[in-house]
C-alpha cells in the first residue's frame, strides 16, 4: 500500500475505479447507473481546499465521516471533476489575500501530485476529458472573489498561469471594482477597472464567474465579455428568494451569452421557508458565516462543517424546516425550463454549505442522474447537465483566449 504526508497527515492512495456501493445507490436505477457512469460528471465548486489548509485530520484519501468529499466518495458518487474554490474571505485584502490565496494553490496542486493515481490537474477541456479516459478525477482551479488578485492584472495573469480557469468577481462584500450580491451598492456594478479585468479574463481564457456578483455587476459583465460566463454555484431565485440566486431574467440573459449556471445544493438556497427561518434564527448568510468564523477563530474548514452541523441538527428538531435532495431538481428543473438545457449545470458547494438531507456527500450524485430520467429528461439531456455544459463554456472561452492571442 502506497503511503504520503501532506500536512503532517497520512494519506492512503485508493484505486482508481468507480463503484457504486449498495449504501449510495440502492435507490438509482440501473439505467441512471448506467447514464451516469457513461457521462463525464463535473462540479463546478468544492470548497475542500479549506480542509486541505485548515483541517490536520483531514485525508482526502480515506472515507471520511465529516464533510461532503474524499476520493472513496467521488469514486462512489461518479464524480469525475470538481472545480477546488480558492477563497479567502472579503475583508482580506492586499498582498495579504494573494500570499493566502497562493498558498491554497500550491496546497490543491501538492495534493494532486501526492495523489497521482487518482487525481490530475486540468486546465482544459481536452484535459478534463483525458482525465475521465483514464479514470482520474480531474483536479481544476477556481478563484473564489476577486478581491483576491489586489487590484493588479499582473496578479490575475500569474492565477492563471498556476491554472486557475474561473474567477468570481465578488464574494460576500464589495471589492474595490465590483459590487456584491450581499453588500450595499458601492459602484453601481462594475468599474472601469472591473471592466478591463472581465477583458483580461477573456484574453487569458479565464472563465467570469458571476456567482456572488450584484445583478448590475452580472449585467455589466455581460456587455463587456466576449466569450460565454458561468455562475459556478447559484440557483434560481424564483423558488428561493435569496441575492445570491439568480432571477429569470438572469437567466435568460446567461442563456442567450451562452453560459451557464450550475446549481448551489446549499438548504438555504434551495427553500425559501429554509432561508426565512436561518435567516431569522442566525442573521443573513453574511452575519452568519461571520459569527461562525470568530467562533472557530479563523479557521474556515471548521466554520462551515460546525455550521452544517449545527443546521441538520436544527432541521432534526423542527428549529428548521427539512430540505431534502429533490429541492436541487425543482431548481436544475426551473433553469432549464427557463434558460434551455444547453445552460444548466452542478456547482454542489460541498465542503462550504449546509447540504440538502439525502445529498450528504458525493456519493449521492446518481440520484440527480435517476430523479431527472424519471422526470422525463433524455439522457442526452441529462448528460448535458452532468458535465456536457460546462465542458461547452470551457471550450468556447478556451477558442475566445486563443483568438485574443492570433490578434497580437
Not at 462540479?43 to 485525508?59: A, G, I, N
Not at 500550491?106 to 484535459?127: F, G
Amino acid at each position: 500500500m502506497n503511503r504520503m504526508c501532506l500536512h503532517g497527515v497520512v494519506i492512503v492512495l485508493c484505486l482508481p475505479v468507480v463503484v457504486f456501493t449498495q449504501s449510495s445507490s440502492s435507490a438509482v436505477s440501473a439505467r441512471a447507473k448506467q447514464v451516469h457512469e457513461a457521462a463525464i460528471v463535473v462540479d463546478s465548486h468544492d470548497d475542500t481546499t479549506q480542509r486541505l489548509v485548515f483541517d490536520k485530520t483531514f485525508d482526502i484519501a480515506a472515507r471520511n465521516t465529516t464533510g461532503n468529499l474524499d476520493i472513496p466518495r467521488m469514486r462512489e458518487g461518479g464524480l469525475d471533476a470538481l472545480f477546488f474554490s480558492i477563497w479567502v474571505p472579503s475583508d482580506v485584502t492586499g498582498a495579504d489575500a494573494v500570499k493566502r490565496a497562493t498558498g491554497q494553490i500550491t496546497a490543491v496542486r501538492q495534493t494532486v501530485r501526492e495523489h497521482p493515481k487518482d487525481l490530475v490537474l486540468a486546465t482544459t477541456a481536452a484535459e478534463l476529458r483525458k482525465a475521465a479516459a483514464e479514470h482520474r478525477i480531474a483536479a481544476l482551479l477556481g478563484v473564489e472573489g476577486g478581491h483576491m488578485i489586489a487590484d493588479s492584472l499582473a496578479t490575475l495573469r500569474e492565477y492563471a498561469a498556476l491554472g486557475v480557469r474561473y474567477m468570481t468577481l465578488t464574494h460576500f462584500k464589495n471589492n474595490n471594482w465590483a459590487d456584491s450580491s450581499t453588500d450595499q451598492p458601492a459602484h453601481d456594478g462594475l468599474t472601469s477597472f472591473g471592466k478591463d479585468v472581465v477583458r483580461e479574463m477573456n484574453r487569458l481564457g479565464v472563465m467570469v464567474d458571476i456567482s456572488h456578483v450584484a445583478d448590475q455587476t452580472f449585467f455589466d459583465a455581460l456587455a463587456i465579455t466576449t466569450a460565454p460566463v458561468i455562475a459556478s454555484h447559484s440557483s434560481c431565485r424564483a423558488i428561493a428568494n435569496h441575492p445570491r440566486n439568480m432571477t429569470d431574467d438572469m437567466l435568460r440573459a446567461l442563456a442567450k451569452n451562452g453560459g451557464v449556471v450550475m446549481i448551489n445544493y446549499h438548504a438555504a438556497f434551495l427553500s425559501e421557508p429554509f432561508r426565512v427561518a436561518s435567516e431569522k434564527r442566525s442573521g443573513n448568510l453574511v452575519a452568519a458565516m461571520a459569527a461562525m468564523s470568530k467562533k472557530c477563530g479563523g479557521n474556515e474548514a471548521c466554520t462551515t462543517l460546525e455550521g452544517e452541523r449545527l443546521d441538520h441538527e436544527a432541521m432534526a428538531t423542527g428549529e428548521l424546516p427539512s430540505v431534502t435532495w429533490e429541492a436541487i431538481i425543482d431548481h436544475i428543473d426551473h433553469a432549464v425550463k427557463v434558460a434551455g438545457i444547453d445552460h444548466v449545470g452542478l456547482g454542489s458547494d460541498f465542503d462550504g454549505a449546509t447540504m440538502p438531507l439525502g445529498m450528504e456527500d458525493a456519493s449521492k450524485l446518481p440520484r440527480i442522474t435517476d430523479a431527472l430520467l424519471k422526470k422525463g429528461y433524455t439522457e442526452k439531456d441529462v448528460t448535458k447537465i452532468l458535465g456536457g455544459n460546462i465542458l461547452r463554456v470551457m471550450e468556447a472561452v478556451e477558442r475566445e483566449a486563443a483568438k485574443a492571442r492570433n490578434r497580437k
